[in-house]
């Protein structure tokens, strides 16, 4: 089945980078896009962008231009997201997620999720 | 950016109970309007996508209207499991946005 298993937890000092990785099973993985979408503490969802795992091209939430690198690797079907320059308020559950594409776009499924804190 | 807007923030209900959630975009959406639900510490599931259409699994209580700006999700009958936050989201344009959720609490 359709499956998007994600990195371990991350502990960060503030100006850091923090890498995660998203790798994809049971699905031709060249033909689904993938999002990164965060939540931090009791809040709601924060999408921060797309990337085409063929050829790699990339959308980013202008919130995150700059900060956000997407990228991936066909050869072991993984999608990585970097986020530089931490601060406290990226502390956040970092979701990945596949894109669908029919007859509208959806996000299905979604991985575990990846806690990342931010802290001195 | 389009912002979406869900009320109500919070609702308590029975099991039982047929409750509405909407859901209003800032401008005209077409039909790019799905419905995710979260429970807590766990990834969010896709309900309903493209206004109406139960994603496969879904129990047929969950269904999805709407048109342009204004969306409802209703649940015809409440299951215990069905306590959770409910998102709306628009894929029309980017950046995609959320709802800032609705949680629904049992009374």
């Known amino acids: 089945q359709v499956h998007l298993a994600q990195s371990g937890a991350e502990v960060k000092n503030p100006g850091a980078s923090v890498e995660l990785s998203c790798k994809a099973s049971g699905y031709t993985f060249t033909n689904y896009h993938i999002h990164w979408v965060r939540q931090a503490p009791g809040q709601g969802l924060e999408w921060m962008g797309i990337i085409n795992p063929s050829g790699g091209r990339t959308d980013y939430a202008p919130k995150f231009q700059g900060r956000v690198t997407m990228t991936s690797d066909t050869s072991t079907s993984t999608i990585y997201m970097k986020l530089s320059g931490l601060r406290s308020e990226d502390t956040a559950l970092y979701f990945c997620a596949r894109d669908v594409v029919g007859n509208g776009e959806w996000f299905d499924p979604w991985g575990q999720g990846t806690q990342v804190t931010v802290s001195s | 950016d389009i912002q979406m807007t869900q009320s109500p923030s919070s609702l308590s209900a029975s099991v039982g109970d047929r409750i509405t959630i909407t859901c209003r975009a800032s401008?005209?959406?077409?039909?790019?309007l799905n419905w995710y639900q979260q429970k807590p510490g766990k990834a969010p599931k896709v309900l309903i996508y493209a206004v109406s259409n139960l994603q496969s699994g879904v129990p047929s209580r969950f269904s999805g209207s709407g048109s342009a700006t204004d969306f409802t999700l209703t649940i015809s009958s409440l299951q215990p499991e069905d306590f959770a936050t409910y998102y709306c989201q628009q894929t029309y344009d980017s950046p995609r946005t959320f709802g800032q959720g609705t949680k629904l609490e049992i009374k």
């Open positions: 401008q005209t959406i077409g039909t790019f």
